[in-house]
């Protein structure tokens, strides 16, 4: 795992990849890398930081018919904190005065809401989440990473089959980096300036992290006069991450309203910390649970907020399996759709992803040895799915990637479904 503070990051190659006049919203959580993406992307190109107020002053002056002139492609950091300028490049851009701009900013519902308003088809989004595993151990100074074996499950129609072309085990010193990396991400999480700091100094960073959320993003995003009981909400979301969502609980145990509690918890997903996964919308076995799922998309963040730095839980291990799936998948722009399923009787798979060609299940277990009990019920839906199932993935803690009964359900490690696989 590389101590430098700058990744290999999938998306560069995304971004670089858009040929020809276009404008591209690079949105994300703060601390992501956003600003270190674009410049290495664009190394040449105008930048201009809009934290700025000098450089929000600046760009007051210049009128729309100098825009061209005077500003030309560029590159906006923190776009959202200069309004005026969306109208500007829209008339730079539709007199092709200007033929490429780059906006970047944290906060997304004021992004999104000037994109509307002035900006609407003419832009491209994308995405910048903490670092994926495969961004974590792969060196800075090596080429890209190819895409994680996840992709490969995804994009073809033999699904899980092609884990039997996979080498069973990894030894030696690969396994010992990846051992490594995924400790770091378990107990750390994705931010990419935490490889670089002293482990005895990652907590203050993490909790200074949350303060400036608090005092920054969540006021621009909500006009939030007193943060206190949103601070308070926002413990109790992470510490049911892994669990059916229930706005009623969250809202008795913070002391707000229900409806409240719904808008604090938009506030989080809007924000880039919390994501819900969906239930399964068609009826399997019995009758399915109709609730979303809450997971923590930083590992590191959610237990800053808890304050729980021990072992591994089994929710938080599901809520890490998710988010890495999750990453990837809107990083990448997959054609998959990522679901959970469970049944009021409590039987569960944990994710449930329609690509094109079928369905495939992953079941994440804190275990050193999976079993067959382990994927009794994607053995269930399995059958009910027939030829739409592509196979099953029990993801743990283990070394070894191993066949796991018949429905094509194979048990495979955590660093074997995320790492970089170039086959």
């Known amino acids: ?44 190109m105008t930048y201009l930081n809009l934290d700025a107020p000098e450089i929000r002053d600046q760009v007051q002056d210049v009128s729309s018919f100098a825009w061209g002139r005077d500003i030309g492609n560029a590159l906006f950091d923190e776009a959202q904190k200069e309004p005026g300028i969306f109208e500007k490049i829209k008339y730079a851009f539709d007199a092709k005065e200007v033929s490429f701009s780059v906006l970047t900013g944290s906060s997304q519902i004021l992004l999104l809401k000037q994109i509307r308003e002035s900006l609407a088809g003419r832009v491209v989004l994308f ?90 993003d969540l006021a621009d995003l909500a006009r939030i006069n007193d943060l206190q009981p949103f601070r308070q909400f926002q413990r109790l979301a992470a510490l049911r991450t892994g669990c059916l969502l229930s706005y009623s609980q969250l809202a008795r145990d913070a002391g707000i309203s229900v409806d409240t509690a719904r808008r604090y918890l938009e506030y989080l997903r809007l924000s880039y910390q919390a994501i819900l996964l969906p239930p399964f919308h068609r009826n399997l076995t019995s009758s399915a649970v109709k609730t979303p799922k809450l997971h923590w998309l930083d590992i590191g963040l959610c237990r800053s907020l808890t304050g729980n730095f ?11 399996v998710v988010a890495e799936v999750y990453k990837w998948v809107r990083t990448a722009g997959e054609n998959a759709e990522l679901f959970f399923y469970r049944t009021h009787a409590g039987a569960e798979i944990d994710m449930l992803i329609q690509t094109p060609h079928g369905f495939v299940g992953i079941e994440a277990k804190l275990t050193q ?55």
């Open 1 to 44: 795992m590389t101590s430098e503070m700058y990744f290999h990051r999938y998306l560069r190659g995304f971004l670089a990849a858009r040929k020809g006049r276009r404008l591209l919203l690079l949105t994300g959580a703060r601390q992501t890398g956003k600003t270190t993406l674009i410049r290495a992307t664009w190394p040449r």
């Open 127 to 216: 995405e910048l989440w903490p670092l994926l595993f495969a961004e974590l151990v792969s060196p800075a100074q090596g080429p890209p990473p190819a895409p994680p074996f996840l992709h490969t499950l995804l994009a073809t129609p033999k699904g899980t089959d092609v884990c039997a072309e996979r080498p069973s085990r990894l030894i030696g010193a690969a396994f010992d980096d990846l051992q490594r990396a995924f400790r770091h991400l378990s107990l750390w999480g994705g931010m990419p300036a935490l490889p670089a700091i002293p482990p005895e100094e990652r907590r203050k960073w993490l909790q200074d992290y949350e303060y400036t959320y608090l005092q920054r």
């Open 310 to 320: 021990g072992e591994l839980t089994g929710e938080m291990f599901e809520s890490l």
């Open 369 to 423: 040895r999976p079993g067959r009990a382990d994927a009794r019920v994607m053995r269930e839906v399995a059958r009910v799915l027939g030829k739409e199932w592509r196979g099953g993935l029990v993801v743990y803690r283990g070394q070894k990637l191993e066949p796991l009964g018949e429905a094509g359900i194979w048990a495979i490690p955590f660093p074997w479904l995320f790492m970089p696989f170039g086959g």
